[in-house]
Structures are given as C-alpha cells and as structure tokens.
C-alpha cells in the first residue's frame, strides 16, 4: 500500500482524538469559563468559578468523563459585554474549548451568543437565567434557572396568602433594564392574577445609590408591600430610605440578596424580607454539599461560597452527565443531543431534578420562598420547591 493510500486509511479510521471536536483529547476535556473575576461584582465570578473547581476535582476524581478529565479556563469579562466577546473568542480560537459553563450576566451572555451558535458550543447558562436568553430558544444552548418574574410571583404570592399587612398596597422600584423589565413582569403578574392594590412603579438607572425621593413616593401611595428591584448596595439602600421613612414593609427581593455579602448589608435596616431562590439555601443538601465542598477548596475559598456556586457546580455535572453518554467518541452535537433529552437528573438535592427536554431547553426553574431573620442573618424555608 502506497504512502497516499495509507494517509486516506489513517484519516478514515484514525483514532477518536484526530477526529473529535475542538478541546477532546484522548485524557481531557477543555471546559471554558466566561466570568466577573475583576471589579464590584467579582465575589459573584469567584462563587461561580469555585463550584465548576468543586465539580470539576469531583468527576475527575471519580474517573472523569469516560476516563478523560475536565480542564477548566476561565477568562475575566470585568461584566462588561464587550469584554465577554473578546474573552470567548480567545476561548474558542486560541484554548479550543469544547463547551461553555461559566456566562456572566445577561447582556454579557447575549454579546456571546452569535460566537456560541456559529461554533455549535454547548452551553449551560447557569447565571442568568433571563427569558432574553431562552426566548427564542438557541439549538446549542440550555439555561439552569428560573426566571426573576417567576421569582417575584412567587415571593408576591406567599406574602398576600400568608403575610399581608392589613390594607396592603403593593409597589415596585426596579432598574431601567432587560432585568428590571423582567422583574416587573413578575410584579404585573402578581397584581393581575391576584387582584392586588398596585400603589406604583419606579424605574431608577442602574447604578443609582439615592432613593430617597423614589421611597417617599412609594410611602405617599400607601406602599406597604415592596417588590425591590435593586441588587446588592442599591437593595440594601432601598430598604435604609423606608426605615429612615418608618415605613412597616414586607419586602420580596432578587435572590442575589441570599448571599452573605447582601445579608449583611441589607440586614441593618432591620427588615425581614423574601427572597426566592432555586438553590437550597438551608438543609440537609447544602450541608452536604459544604462539607463536601471542604475536600477541594481552601478555607479562603470555602468562605467565599454562595448560590451561584451551587448552581455552576449542579451544570458542569449535567454537562458531564451529558458528555459521558457519548461514550468514547465524545462530540459536540453528541453532547447537545443528550442535554436535550436530559430529564430529571439529580443534583445532590442543591436544586430540583434537572431536565431540559422542553420547548425553551430550560431547567431548575422550581423556586423555593425564604425568609430572613434580619437579626440572626439567617434563613428559614417558608415555601418548599415549586414550578410557577
């Protein structure tokens, strides 16, 4: 046999590593990470990144995905869109990735979102689970979460069955963005289907820190049920202007308000609020999950945990859950197909069974409703695990 004929036989029938997608090997799997890792949001980057480590050393350890294991790269958007384009074309074109775990927000995953469908990247957004993103559904991509509307419904729904004041009046103060238009869906819905008393809406620009003369507004009209839009120092801020006002508030809020950073700076203000999370915040799995967490990261790192690290970890293992039904010969349109037959795949309890086999490749959208003891810092589960 001739050298040329013996090129065709090797291109033919080469091994599994010459013929698979970009970031196989015959022992690894290249896993990217777009991600906050710099500025005012990188406590939520870090989170994210420590739940694919977590995950990652804990598959690896197990045997990896049919003996290869996962390399993750991670590379820093400062949660800047622009930024995120640049960091996954380096992630595809110079790491060669095989899939996408880590997305930043949603403006950022929205500016990579031509590079994901134009490469066929399978993709598991884990930390923005905006409709922006699932609506019109993409074939490569599967978000984990469920949505800030369903998340203030049902926060809005606990408190008018269970905790309404006498005389409620609802309102709203939310950002003037894709997230706050999304917030307020939630709130409409509540006022609509419930017959609700709708004292008013705000919209403030996103990055404000003054809400004194938003929360007098809302104390004029009665507001005695607030749905907060704000994150993180803006929230806190909302609920210090209605107690300098004396307001007596029930409060739902974003759930970025159950991490320990939020906790401690809205909790001054003295106000029991809600949150509605997808996560387990309390119990027995994330017990767990903490202690098993204490075998791979350092102590700095055990600390620095949050919800967005749960939900990170709970996607990498669905994504290797996925990658490991293609057996050996492990493709990107392989791993694709098993994301989307996906059905009720446990993930240790931190959140619902994930499925993805629906309209919009969308899952972990059961929301649990807690409460905060803002004198303790901590959380009760008041409303268990439901689909809304």
Not at 53 to 81: F, L, M, S
Not at 151 to 161: D, M, N, R, S, V
Not at 253 to 281: C, H, I, K
Request: aromatic share 10%; net charge negative.
């Amino acid at each position: 046999m001739n050298s040329f004929k013996l090129a065709v036989v090797a291109a033919l029938f080469g091994g599994a590593a010459f013929a698979a997608d970009p970031g196989v090997t015959d022992t690894e799997i290249k896993i990217g990470d777009v991600n906050i890792m710099t500025g005012a949001a990188s406590f939520i980057g870090r989170a994210v990144s420590i739940g694919s480590k977590i995950a990652a050393a804990e598959i690896n350890e197990a045997g990896g995905v049919n003996g290869r294991e996962i390399t993750i790269i991670t590379e820093d958007d400062g949660y800047v869109p622009a930024r995120s384009f640049q960091a996954l074309t380096k992630l595809i074109e110079v790491d060669e990735i095989f899939a996408l775990n880590g997305t930043s927000g949603t403006a950022n995953v929205l500016a990579m979102m031509a590079l994901i469908e134009e490469n066929n990247l399978p993709t598991i957004v884990s930390t923005a689970p905006n409709e922006l993103v699932y609506d019109p559904v993409r074939p490569s991509v599967f978000t984990l979460g469920a949505s800030y509307s369903d998340a203030f419904y049902a926060q809005l729904k606990y408190i008018h069955e269970n905790d309404e004041p006498e005389n409620a009046v609802y309102g709203l103060i939310r950002q003037d963005d894709d997230f706050g238009v999304a917030v307020e869906h939630g709130y409409d819905r509540a006022i609509e289907e419930l017959g609700l008393e709708d004292g008013g809406r705000i919209a403030f620009k996103k990055g404000s820190s003054n809400f004194a003369a938003e929360m007098v507004e809302m104390r004029s009209e009665g507001v005695n049920v607030l749905a907060n839009g704000g994150i993180i120092a803006g929230a806190a801020n909302i609920l210090s202007e209605a107690r300098k006002l004396g307001m007596d508030l029930r409060a739902a809020q974003v759930w970025s308000e159950d991490m320990p950073l939020s906790v401690n700076l809205a909790a001054e203000a003295g106000y029991d609020y809600y949150v509605a999370d997808y996560v387990a915040l309390v119990g027995e799995a994330n017990d767990a999950f903490m202690e098993k967490a204490a075998h791979y990261v350092s102590d700095e790192e055990l600390e620095a945990i949050n919800r967005y690290t749960y939900v990170t970890y709970a996607a990498l293992h669905a994504m290797a859950e996925a990658m490991r039904g293609c057996g050996q010969d492990l493709s990107r349109a392989c791993t694709i197909e098993n994301l989307r037959a996906m059905e009720d795949f446990d993930v240790g309890g931190i959140m619902a069974p994930l499925s993805f086999n629906n309209e919009y490749q969308l899952s972990g959208t059961a929301l649990a409703v807690y409460q905060l003891d803002a004198e303790t810092k901590t959380f009760t589960m008041v409303e268990d695990f439901a689909d809304y």
